[in-house]
């Protein structure tokens, strides 16, 4: 059975090491894993040590900060996804917003899957100079209501 759990600040080094293995090229350190699940709103699921995402709330809005999976394919990153909305929604988060690089195909298409459109570009967000799409989800969506 798959078990996704909440990790709070005790978790950093591991949520680390994680974000290293996925992100080699721009990794997140122990640091500020710790600084960002100190702030209020944030918080951060494990998926059996093969998957984490981060997620920022404020108000009846959200942002996804990161999600990260290590063994590909193997449905973690939509569990990630469904569990991190479920947990939104019942606190009342009204819409949804993240980024992603404009050329990571699997993850665009999971979260078009799950409802997000595009809702702007960012150009040369990322440090490789890669430009990314700002996503937008409305909960309350039929889409987004099946997630």
């Known amino acids: ?4 759990r909440e990790a709070g600040p005790a978790y950093a080094a591991a949520l680390a090491a994680m974000h290293e293995s996925v992100f080699p090229e721009a990794p997140w350190n122990e640091a500020a894993f710790v600084t960002l699940l100190r702030q209020p709103g944030v918080a951060a ?10 997620l920022r709330t404020v108000l ?5 900060l990161t999600i990260g999976v ?9 569990a990630l996804l469904r569990e991190g909305l479920r947990r939104l929604r019942d606190a009342g988060v009204q819409v949804v917003y993240l980024e992603v690089a404009t050329g990571n195909v699997a993850a665009r ?3 078009e899957n799950h409802g997000f459109v595009q ?3 960012r150009k040369a967000y990322y ?3 890669g430009d990314a799409l700002m996503l937008r ?3 309350s969506s039929p889409v987004a209501q099946r997630s």
């Open 70 to 78: 290590l063994k590909k394919r193997r449905g973690t990153g939509a």
């Open 137 to 139: 989800l409305n909960l």
């Open 109 to 111: 298409a999971l979260y």
């Open 119 to 121: 809702s702007g570009l």
């Open 45 to 54: 699921l494990i998926h059996d040590a093969n998957g984490f995402m981060l």
């Open 127 to 129: 440090e490789n100079g």
């Open 60 to 64: 009846d809005e959200a942002e996804i």
């Open 1 to 4: 059975m798959t078990a996704i």
